[in-house]
């Protein structure tokens, strides 16, 4: 018998696939049949095997005899509505291939399959009689401890089942692999496959009472308060002014925190020059673990899992590059554009595009807080924060002083036909 709900569904699916090229295309739908708009898939373009977006039900403008069929549906959530809708405006406003854009989301196709798997070894209560050496005793004793309840989580969970790896039982315990391997033969530990990518630690939190490591001014407990109530409460873009050791970083660290706190995910793009070492120790003495990383720098493999985790939700904070914009977060709570006047946020080859303004779309379109922070705003920014004597657009939050009543350099002009630099060198003597 014919399944009624089967029989409505679109038997064909328009498709926006991960190439440099304009427009969707139709596919039969085969094992996406009732796939909703955001699904990811695999299909057949030209000779090759691309990652593709589902955006809805086939155009028809191609008859359905000469349509190609979907191969896979990726085993993963959608992508949200708004991530869909932002692939769309991108594409529009930047005049690019949508496929232009849709390859940038879909960076990590490595990331659709099943991840790579470890043993992980569990307690298991060995028969009477069995024949134990000592070694062997160690382990049980270390797998025992393992699964006893542990302390609860942040959602109050008390996990009973922990388990350990093959490399954590034999460095505690001192002993060799083969000992492992044989105690698995007897069947004296229980064996299961698990994922050998683990999600990012979480991030310690205490609803406004984190470990804060400095105490704010009074002109950042007034702007991290306003972002702080800007959080959960929609779309708003924020410029962060603040002259030079001003502490901006202390303050929309308020704002992660808060975010963090509600469940949500945080996206902090930055310059790669500002991906200090500084910057990451700074956010890891604040929260506890350090943030998800997306750059140039970072291994295929660590892409891959974070790309995962970003979709799952399990990433709560990420900083990165300009191209982190287009990973597709499924909590999205709040956005923070670092050092917004730097030129190293507009792409200039393939899809061109400016970062910054890119964020605030973005921000639009998942209805969440944008904070565009800089000690020299661009001049757009300025524009639309109400600086010139428009309307603003923008909040605007200043931190016009540096923290502990610091002073700034002394700057003054002087005349290089006067005072010329030393012969090779390009600065003028003291």
Known sequence: MNDPEAMTQPAALAVAVAAPVGGIYDYLAGPALGASRG?????????RHLPGIVMGPALGD?????LRAVE??????????????????VAAWTMAPLGAVVKMVLSQPAAFGRPPQQKRYYHKMPEAGA??????????????????????DNQGNIPSKIGATAAAITAAC??????????EDAGLVRVELVSADQPPPALRHNSGHGARSVTLTADQQKAASHLRRAVGNGFRACLLDGVTGSGKTEVYFEAVEAAVAAGQQVLILLPEIALSAAWRARFTARFGVPPV?????ISPAQKRKSWRFVLQGRAEVVVGARSALFLPFSRLGLIIVDEEHEHAFKQEDQAIYQARDMAVLRGQLDQVPVVLASAT??????????KTGLSA???????????HDARLPDITAIDLRQTPPERGRWLAPP
């Open 131 to 152: 024949r134990l050496t000592v070694s062997r005793q160690k382990i049980i004793d270390y797998l025992a401890a393992q699964t006893r309840p542990q302390t609860p």
């Open 393 to 403: 657009r923008y909040d605007y939050l200043t931190l016009p002083k540096r923290v």
């Open 377 to 386: 705003p661009s001049l757009e920014s300025w524009v639309n924060a109400g």
């Open 174 to 183: 001192g002993v060799s692999q083969a000992v492992l391997n044989g105690m």
């Open 72 to 89: 896979t549906l990726v085993k993963l959530p959608p992508l949200p509505e708004a991530l869909v809708l932002f692939i769309e405006r």
């Open 39 to 47: 699904s990811l898939v695999m299909v057949p373009f030209g000779g």
């Open 293 to 297: 990383e997306w750059h140039s720098d």
């Open 62 to 66: 191609v008859p359905m005899a000469k």
